[in-house]
């Protein structure tokens, strides 16, 4: 296996390249076209190879390599590339081939777009021998053009509020980037998921199968300003970790209303658990319900934002800091989380 850092140079015959900064793997391996008695579904080929590799049958992929590829690129090395890529975006959604390009040397060459769940959209170009053996492969993210401005990127949040939740936190999918799922969706583009990790990083005790077996389930949500509740959702089920539900993406969840036309959203609660009803007047630190795994969500977690509407459908998130916080251990006037930020309730004074 050869790692080298040149993009634009091309690879020798048998390289495996990989760059750090983009997923890119090229496979290839070239050998004298074998024939065959009945042509082989090139295009079939192609697309049945993306989608094992995305779905982590890699084996099924690795018997379609040629011998040159095989030896020069063993399974092992193709699970390492695609494991790290599937933990942050799978499952693919859709896989579909898009061009095909016949070389001048005999091979057929497939560009075949691949749409994850989360995350980049990879391309994959897989070159085909005429008797459908794999004699090359190469996957790299599609470009994402740069995010368009939102009327409420500079927005200064009039509500001082605090963390919705006590002890220490951890903010994941808040890049403001095309590659946080939240970013690309107006009516979530400043949400922030909250969860616990313990000091070896994972958010679960011991192996994950189970929303008790995580940090943060039956945890209790807070109200994070004064205000009114608008809007209760209870009564949908909880998910088995790793499965979401999108057809009601906030789950059990509750909005509130902090005056100035802002609304905080408390989303994926435990079903039941909810304590407030519509109308209600709570304070900052009232309980509001316990973290669950309802809605859009593949583990326990609390979904929380900001918005100009109380209803997430109607509704534009908005920037949201938080006074009375630590962030990253670091006292602050006011605390704008980030991906990886580790946010801590300041004890009231």
Known sequence: MIVEGRPHRRPRRGALVMHHTRLSLLLAALAAPAVADEPPDLETIARDTVRDLADGRYDAAFQRF????????PLAAVAAVMDPVRKERAPARSVIVRLRHDNAEG??????????QRGAVSNAVVTLLPDGRIAGLAITDEQAPPPALDRFDHYQPKAKLRPPFRGTWTAVNA???PKNPHFSSPNQRFAVDWLIRGADGRSFRTDGRTNADYLAYGEEALAPAAGTVALVIDGVPENTPGQRDPYYAPGNSVSIDLGGGE???LAHLQPGSIRVKTGRRVAAGDVIGLVGNSGNSSEPHLHFQLSDHARLVEAAALPCTFVGALLDG????RATPVEGSRMTAAAPK
């Open 330 to 333: 670091r006292k602050v006037d």
């Open 263 to 265: 609304f905080a959203l």
């Open 66 to 73: 040629d011998s040159r590829m095989r030896a020069a690129v």
């Open 175 to 177: 890049e403001r980037s």
């Open 107 to 116: 091979t057929v060459a497939f560009t075949v777009k691949c749409n994850w």
